[in-house]
């Protein structure tokens, strides 16, 4: 294996199996990051709204960025030459890239997929280009992440032809092993993608290829889209005890809701990445204990309170309800910088609450609490301030 | 006098008459403002990109709020109920509030000014409100910043028939004794708006009439607008040498440019405000010694240095003009804040340099450099950083 990730498992699954659920620590090249762990999404270079030191302050200890968007925009070769990714956009923490597939598959329709790699067209201009394995990492070696991921063929779990989950699956695993070879840098872990969408058999097999092969990490790929809670259950109810005995952190690529992260991490993953709680954040919704206000509503404009009570957020710490509602219909854009750091310190204060709960062995217990705390009823038109 | 503001000067202009320039120190209730001084414009309860740490960092001493636009919205009673403008917005300092009347008599040409006050139209939704005199104080107490300014008419000075601007400035005599008669907030100073246009009889006759009211400070208004700098300076040199005696700040409304901030100091104004330095910012024009930059520009992508070597500014400590370029092209919300901070802390230290310049007594030997520090030849295309 590379190398340049080293992932400790520092409190196992219990021996009663209550739960797959563990306390992990993941040691790469910018720094350590306590898992379970959500990583929040910085699409070009920046999540969106914030700066680097946001990103401090609401508890990131990694973020991802989109090889796609980076490769259309500004260039890995630009980014290189500025002395990569890090550098770039200011944060001395780690980065994970992805691997680009998910973006050339599902953005542009009119991709062309072969055995050697996918022909896309860009959204920016709709100019034609083409990754490969071979291409993806080099990108990724280009940016320059703590993490890079293999190149691989997602596809929407539910709604694809059996035939076809099993052709992306089979050539997922063969560019696997072509973005082994590819890779080159020492100073980079690399992560592989376990795929076979939600057919048992596919998904058992996949797991064996992929986790059969030297990766640093584990990908739980073609989740997060549009199956149901149960059908993303059964997989990593399968996928997990076969990878019970195997030493490498594992992350589900996109899941992003308090309730969902929760199940997930229940089921034994460690990593996760999503736009989600940023993406709600910059629409008006935000997250507090229980529920979610639609910062927006007419209730709001004369609230005094903050967004939620001994919250640490930027937001909490000085404005009121009011002030948002009021910054919203204005258009202010701190409006999107405050509900942002509101939403991901919410989104990892709640890992924060899992990961003590783990330390504790409290984790099985405290379940029912935890999930009251990530449930998401709507307050839009009704107080909710949990006294 | 209401005597909610003190304003002290420091280092009058020297006997040799070289400048006007003076170094000062006005006190408000909120804290104390070094002079000459630039004021942030934060038109919505928030100078547009910035959280209140972003103004402190910047160097801002005090900052301006629009009456107009926060009457409309979120309402100055809302604002009152929420603990006043301060509280609201979470700032801690100094703030002014204009009096409206330079909005609804510019922003709506199908408003009515009658001797009562002006009708005119809301920008959001077409809906027909008043000013007065009276509601306008009123308005401005409800906010409660430090300072209010009494309630005027002011008129574009070169465009506007020689008769009509006559009319405007007796009118903004008698709104000026109706705004003292009718300002009640003893911790809330209130500033009076001298106005005459162009013509020297009817700025003579209105200085005389505005300094001969207890305001707590002179408002120099009906310029920064489509008037020459020879006809501004021609005013200056009118208005300021019949204030010589007298003990209270000047405030030039509307002035942002470097090189108009310099020359109106050197002719004895003490305070300023404009939307300017924060508006071109945000269309990412940036400036540096000497020049600006238009960060769209192709030759910045590649650019590894600081907008400005040397600055202590959130942009140029960490990011690279090539970032910068990224993010506008992106459209990504982080480089409308670093944008901002960046020509705000540029104006800031500018005026702290030429306080410095007063206190030492050399501000008319280094008015050439001065000058051309605060020049803004293009640098869109050239290499601008001076080594």
């Known amino acids: 294996m590379p190398g340049a990730a080293r992932f400790e498992v520092l409190v196992p699954p219990p021996a009663d199996r209550s739960t797959r659920a563990r306390l992990g620590r993941l040691e790469l090249p910018h720094g350590s990051v306590e898992t379970p762990i959500f990583m929040p ?15 401090e302050d609401v508890g ?9 968007h980076l490769y259309l925009r500004p260039g890995h070769e630009r980014i290189a030459r500025l002395g990569g990714l890090h550098r770039f956009m200011g944060w001395d923490r780690p980065i994970l890239t992805d691997s680009g597939g998910f973006q050339v598959v599902s953005l542009d329709d009119l991709n062309a997929i072969d055995d050697e790699g996918v022909t896309f067209r860009s959204h920016h201009d709709g100019s034609s280009h083409r990754f490969t394995p071979e291409s993806s990492i080099a990108i990724q070696e280009a940016l320059g992440a703590d993490v890079a991921v293999a190149f691989d063929q997602p596809v929407p779990p539910s709604s694809t032809d059996p035939r076809d989950v099993a052709i992306a699956t089979e050539r997922t695993h063969r560019w696997a092993e072509r973005s082994l070879a590819a890779h080159r ?23 064996a290829a992929i986790a059969g092969l030297p990766f640093d990490g584990l990908n739980i790929g073609g989740l997060a889209g549009d199956e149901t809670p149960a059908e993303r259950a059964a997989v990593l109810d399968l996928v997990v005890p076969l990878l019970a005995d195997d030493p490498r952190v594992r992350y589900l690529m996109g899941l992003g809701s308090p309730l969902d992260l929760l199940d997930a991490v229940h089921r034994g993953v460690d990593l996760f990445d999503s736009v989600l709680p940023a993406r709600v954040a910059r629409n008006a919704q935000a ?52 509900a942002t750091c509101h939403n991901l310190t919410f989104t990892l204060d709640f890992m924060a609450e899992i990961r003590a709960a783990l330390r504790a062995g409290t984790f099985p217990q405290r379940l029912p609490e935890l999930r009251s705390l990530a449930a998401q009823k709507s307050r839009g038109e009704a107080a909710v301030q949990p006294a």
């Open 41 to 55: 999404v910085g699409t070009n270079a920046t999540v969106k709204a914030l700066h680097p030191d946001d990103l």
């Open 60 to 68: 990131a200890q990694i973020v991802l960025a989109n090889t796609y």
């Open 185 to 207: 840098r020492a100073d980079q872990a690399l992560f592989g993608v376990i795929q076979g969408g939600l057919d048992p058999d596919l998904r058992r097999r996949s797991t």
């Open 287 to 338: 997250w507090v204990p229980g529920g979610r206000l639609n910062l927006r509503n007419e209730q709001f404009r004369d609230d005094p309170r903050p967004i939620q009570e001994g919250c640490r957020c930027l937001a909490c710490r000085r404005f009121s309800r009011a002030y948002l509602a009021h910054l919203f219909r204005a258009g202010e854009l701190l409006a999107y910088r405050l």
